[in-house]
Nanobody
Framework: VQLQASGGGLVQAGGSLRLSCAAS????????MGWFRQAPGKEREFVAA????????NYTDSVKGRFTISRDNAKNTVNLQMDGLNPEDTAVYSC????????????????????WGKGTLVTVSS
């Protein structure tokens, strides 16, 4: 399984970006997916997760109301719409696929991750 994130870039504070993650492999719809980020000098942190059908989502408190995770199982993609960006959102964003039984809660605690993708850099200027 390969996960490739795209859509990062440089944006001014208050702006928006939409990240996408394309997944290879079969049975994409059977796995919960997540987005994580790692800022310079900091540990990787959970951002958002989505269930297999997309009906359940989970966000870290700092992005609630600003970020929206979604998925398209027909296209094997998971997206992260980021609005109201601020400099504290600057980080490398990576997508991840959960293990077979992982839930959005499991992923939110940094557990149950089976595959990590290469990240995409998001830089928010003030």
């Amino acid at each position: 399984v390969q996960l490739q994130a795209s859509g990062g870039g440089l944006v001014q504070a208050g702006g928006s970006l939409r990240l996408s993650c394309a997944a290879s492999g079969r049975a994409f719809s059977m796995y919960s997916m997540g987005w994580f980020r790692q800022a310079p000098g900091k540990e990787r942190e959970f951002v958002a997760a989505i269930s297999t059908s997309g009906s359940i989502t989970n966000y870290t408190d700092s992005v609630k109301g600003r970020f929206t995770i979604s998925r398209d199982n027909a296209k094997n993609t998971v997206n992260l719409q980021m609005d109201g960006l601020n400099p504290e959102d600057t980080a490398v964003y990576s997508c991840a696929r959960g293990e077979r039984a992982a839930t959005t809660y499991t992923i939110s605690t940094n557990r149950g991750i089976e595959y990590w993708g290469k990240g995409t850099l998001v830089t928010v200027s003030s």
